[in-house]
């Protein structure tokens, strides 16, 4: 099993830009969540989804959006990048009380 | 609504000395109690978990107790070693499916 995986691992954005962060769980859980984590704070959740089709709002949707239609894939999109983006954005997929994070990806605006 | 407390960081010991990390919680009934564990450049994984009062999570060397008399969960370890550097993180959550929630995690360094 590979896990959680998440790409890219690092991008760079200019303001205004819009991109696609991906994740992908191969473990058949249902729920999945996406959080951010800024220097020296702990994790923010963005969106979560509690299977394919449904997804919900977390602490700080703004900016973001997301979509599931499998129960593997779960991307989080940003569109009109901003700077107050730049943080490291972690995917985890959920199962009887365990949360299985990715390794993250680092993303900068500029 | 639920929210949990960590000792703030950084902590910094010496190699075999004994770690306390301090981990309250408020919630209402029951929760189930985590600490993750993140190594530099990695996520989070889970470290070691409690399901209810009383319960002792136990891994790598590391402990907790559910203690639901003074709502805490603190984790500790008799002698902690260089590779424990990391940022260890304390949540909660109500049922095996629900939302986590994180405390802001204690960055420990540990020096030789």
């Known amino acids: 099993n590979a896990g959680v995986t998440q790409t890219p691992k690092f991008r760079i954005l200019k303001i205004g830009q819009s991109m696609t962060l991906q994740c992908t769980q191969d473990?058949?859980?249902?729920?999945m969540y996406w959080y951010r984590q800024d220097p020296g704070m702990g994790l923010k959740l963005i969106y979560y989804s509690v299977g394919a089709g449904i997804t919900d709002k977390g602490e700080v949707p703004n900016g973001y959006n997301v979509s599931r239609s499998t129960t593997e894939d779960f991307p989080l999109r940003l569109e009109l990048a901003a700077p107050s983006q730049t943080s490291v954005y972690f995917c985890?997929?959920?199962?009887?009380?365990?949360?299985?994070f990715g390794p993250g990806t680092r993303l900068t605006v500029t | 609504g639920d929210s949990v407390t960590q000792m703030e960081g950084p902590v910094t010991l010496s190699e075999e000395a004994f770690l306390t990390i301090n981990c309250t919680y408020t919630?209402?009934?029951?929760?189930?109690l985590f600490w993750y564990v993140q190594y530099p450049g990695e996520g989070l994984q889970l470290l070691l978990k409690a399901t209810k009062a009383d319960d002792k999570g136990s891994n790598k060397g590391f402990e907790a107790t559910y203690r639901k008399e003074t709502t805490s969960f603190h984790l500790e370890k008799g002698s902690v070693q260089v590779s424990d550097s990391a940022v260890y993180f304390c949540a909660l959550t109500r049922t095996s499916y629900d939302k986590v929630i994180f405390g802001p995690g204690t960055s420990l360094s540990v020096i030789p």
């Open positions: 985890a997929s959920g199962y009887n009380y365990e949360q299985y």
């Open positions: 919630a209402t009934g029951y929760p189930s």
């Open positions: 473990m058949n859980h249902n729920y």
